[in-house]
């Protein structure tokens, strides 16, 4: 089985990165092109993914902000039965999970109305680099943190339901 870890943006491909590197993160298989990377739809990945034997079952494991978003399969219909998506959902913002990390929830809860995350973290921490921080920061217990104080739709996964400790 191949997996593809898909991220919304950079800041989920810093995170996921950090999350394999802390040894949260690990899969039973081969991990396409070997890491975690940006990828909104399939579009470009095509020609790489039409390299994988068409048996084979890909697996896409989808990390960003909502599951809204439709991830549409064309192109892929020949391996139809071969092809799973699953997402795991950081909403509001990934950075709600370093707002937990550093203690800051019930502050950014009162402003939460007018800011979102990212600027609520941008004002808080003036040279924040998503990559420095999820480098140097084990998030385990703030993903857990994230998922007991969080509401999801029915069927939404959040990240910590991809995580092993």
């Known amino acids: 089985m191949m997996f593809v870890l898909a991220c919304e943006g950079k ?3 810093f995170l996921a ?3 394999m590197a802390f040894g949260h993160l690990s899969l039973p298989g081969e991990i396409f092109l070997d890491g975690p990377i940006v990828m909104r739809q399939f579009g470009k990945y095509l020609p790489i993914l039409s390299l994988v034997p068409i048996n084979e079952d890909i ?3 989808r990390i960003g902000d909502t599951q809204r978003d439709i991830f549409s399969t064309k192109g892929l219909e020949l391996r139809e039965g071969h092809i799973s998506i699953e997402t795991y959902c950081t909403k509001p ?3 709600i999970l ?3 990390r550093e203690g800051l929830y019930k502050q950014y809860a009162k402003v939460s109305r ?9 004002s808080m921490f ?3 680099s998503p990559e420095e921080y999820f480098e140097k920061n084990d998030m385990y217990d703030s993903i857990m943190e994230h998922k007991r104080i969080r509401n999801h739709e029915k069927g939404e996964l959040f990240l910590a ?4 400790k």
């Open 114 to 122: 007018e800011m979102t995350p990212k600027q609520f973290i941008k």
């Open 59 to 61: 697996r896409v494991l």
């Open 98 to 100: 370093v707002i937990i």
């Open 161 to 164: 339901d991809l995580l092993h």
């Open 17 to 19: 990165k950090s999350l």
């Open 126 to 128: 003036h040279d924040f």
């Open 93 to 95: 913002e990934v950075e």
């Open 11 to 13: 800041s989920e491909v």
